[in-house]
């Protein structure tokens, strides 16, 4: 991946986690543009690489999208890289010396690591990968504990854990910069949180969503489906003011039966607000409330900076609406009782996703973000059936796999123009404006399963977790 720069620019080696593959390239591409940066994949750019060279950037860019990526695992300011060890050395002879002599003096400590993606090497065969490295310029004192700077030798043995060759086909050498936020993935796992429930989002997904989002400081984050408020947590690490609302009483007040393993009711503090107190974040919390996603409460105009969500797929939470599918009788006029609040009734996938995107553009900021879950049947997928509105652009979909037949693809939009009277039309007259019924029978095809054969021969219905 390259920026546009000339041959003496700095470049930067990027060294990012192998999961989540898919969603690695625009969780950067979005924490540059918040330094108003932006990148292009050269053609030599190898998406399901581990590593990626980037330039045209300032260690300042770097620094800050090292701050908030748990995608990416370390940044280095690479000084050389071939791909045999005659390579690297002729490459790193190369290098500027007035770019190395800053960290080389002789006053300062330094340490240099061997890391190997897809290989395990021996201690003695690390050793001489860093005696080889003696033709280098340095002048200070190694220092294994507190090194004033760390430099990083990084081989690549390719993606094929059954067929690792022998030498690796690149390698990589260069200056510490920073790490990512892979401890977030620890520290807010949901396995440690307060409250939780049967559809908690994944600690490290969450903070992929904000990302995503471009959530930054200061902004105001929605999520209209927002259970025990996973996201929220994730969106309010990163400064900004969270709000949300579900239909689910029992989930918004923190009440009911538990979904922790051996509790059978929750305790009297499991709530949204107790999950960002337990992370330091609570004064970012605004509020939660009891609301129906598909009946509008919201005063009209742009409020959110972002909206991030992931609705009710129908498997493990229901997906439902106020209302009632019998006929509608008229009150006999001398009727003085309280108003009735209608019971439940399905609340259609299509209709979901199309309510979103139409809350989306009229009540996000122009600029502001929309990142969701759309669940998938993977053999009938294909792009058309992602949902779209005129007043919002694509900008990624990225997969992560559930099972052999099914997945849900992260759809993150950006708003780019205010409804206006004519979008109404342009639903009606364009076909990639109108909602989707596929996806409304999602739950039937993702509990049809595939037949597998067990140990004994006989045919069982796979039904893996969504």
Known sequence: MALHCGKTCRQYLLHLAHDSVDFRLPELKALLALRGRQCDPSEAFREKSPFWRLCGLLEEDVRSVMSRTVCGKSAFELWGHGRTAAELKSSLLEYPIEKMTPFLQEESTYKINVYTFNKTLLFKDRIEKIDALGFLPFKGKVSLKDPDHIFCLLEDYGLDPNDIPEEPFHIYFGRWVADGQRELIRSHSVKKRHFIGNTSMDAGLSFIMANHAKVKAHDLVY??????????????????????????????????????????????????????????????????????????????????????????????????????????????????????????????????????LNF????????????????????EYCEEMVPLHPCLSVISNCEQTLSSHTSRRLITMEKIKEPEKSDVLAHLADSRFSPYQGHNSFREKYFSGITKKNGKGSERTCLDKV
């Open 223 to 356: 999520d209209p489906f927002v259970g025990t408020g996973s996201l929220l947590v994730a969106c309010s690490h990163f400064g900004a003011y969270v709000c949300g609302t579900d239909i689910d009483y029992n989930t918004i007040h923190g009440v009911g039966k538990a979904s922790r393993k051996n509790q059978k009711w929750r305790g009297p503090d499991e709530n949204i607000r107790a999950n960002l107190r337990q992370y330091g974040t609570e004064s970012f919390y605004v509020d939660v409330m009891v609301s129906d996603a598909s009946k509008p409460v919201w005063r009209k105009g742009a409020l959110f900076d972002a909206i991030i969500t992931d609705p009710p797929y129908g498997i493990r939470e229901s997906t439902r609406r106020t209302g009632s599918h019998k006929e509608i009788v008229s009150p006999p006029e001398d009727f003085s009782g309280e108003s009735h609040v209608p019971v439940s009734m399905a609340y259609h996938l299509s209709d979901i996703f199309a309510d979103l």
């Open 360 to 379: 989306a553009a009229h009540h996000l900021v122009m600029g502001g973000r929309l990142v969701y879950w759309l669940p998938i049947y993977r053999p």
